[in-house]
């Protein structure tokens, strides 16, 4: 399976400021995505990124506060605007690799804590 | 609409089997994930079922009945690090996926 590289794997970040995760993998992928995970709460898609070409964002989410880049097959970045509490979570950013199936698998995550 | 029930909480003792229960409702099916989650940790992949029956894989065996939208994860010979929770996910359109909100398993000594 692929190997996802993330960072920062934790940050903490005053309210208002913004911050940009980076996520790398090992091979190329055609689709990368962007997962929150809430305290407590399952797993929910932000958006899919597809390189050249924008991020498709899932209800509840918009680029203006999750800006995406996917400059090239291998690499991602998801920016958390302006922050509040409410966006302290854990960002997971996956990749299909379709062995087997089309099997997610996820990068190390990225624990961010607003205050 | 499509949905994912799995219990929240569950407790069983260091040496023993516990089976974890998944129930979907999806408009098509493509497949049922288990992924295991520590805290802490990021998901990582457990097992993957299309077909109906029983996927073994070392301690851990998957099953599966599409007809009545119910999947199950069979942990056996628990272990302390068994300690996690557990994600039951089935795709649901072109590059989406619901997750369920886990069970949160404990084992005790």
């Known amino acids: 399976s692929a190997v996802i590289s993330q960072k920062p794997s934790r940050d903490i970040c005053q309210r208002g400021t913004s911050l940009t995760i980076q996520c790398q993998v090992d091979?190329?992928?055609?689709?990368m995505f962007w997962y929150r995970q809430q305290p407590g709460q399952s797993l929910t898609l932000i958006a899919t990124?597809?390189?050249?070409?924008?991020?498709?964002?899932e209800s509840g989410f918009v680029i203006d506060k999750f800006p995406i880049s996917r400059p090239n097959l291998t690499f991602s970045t998801l920016t958390v605007s302006n922050m509040s509490p409410e966006d302290s979570s854990i960002y997971l950013c996956?990749?299909?690799?379709?062995?087997?199936?089309?099997?997610?698998?996820f990068g190390e995550g990225s624990w961010l804590t607003v205050v | 609409g499509q949905n994912i029930d799995q219990p929240t909480e569950m407790t069983a003792t260091e040496g023993a089997i516990v089976q974890i229960n998944c129930t979907y409702q999806?408009?098509?099916?493509?497949?049922l994930f288990w992924y295991q989650q520590h805290a802490g940790e990021a998901p990582t992949f457990l097992s993957y079922?299309?077909?109906?029956g029983l996927e073994e894989k070392g301690r851990f065996s998957s099953f599966l009945s599409r007809s009545k939208g119910y999947s199950y994860l069979l942990l056996k010979e628990l272990q302390m690090k068994d300690s996690a929770s557990y994600l039951c996910?089935?795709?649901?359109?072109?590059?989406?996926?619901?997750f369920g909100t886990g069970t949160r398993l404990k084992v005790l000594a």
């Open positions: 996956s990749v299909e690799d379709g062995n087997p199936g089309n099997t997610i698998y």
């Open positions: 091979s190329q992928v055609t689709m």
């Open positions: 990124a597809n390189q050249g070409s924008e991020a498709t964002y």
């Open positions: 999806t408009s098509g099916f493509n497949g």
């Open positions: 079922n299309v077909l109906d």
């Open positions: 996910a089935v795709p649901s359109g072109t590059y989406k996926y619901i």
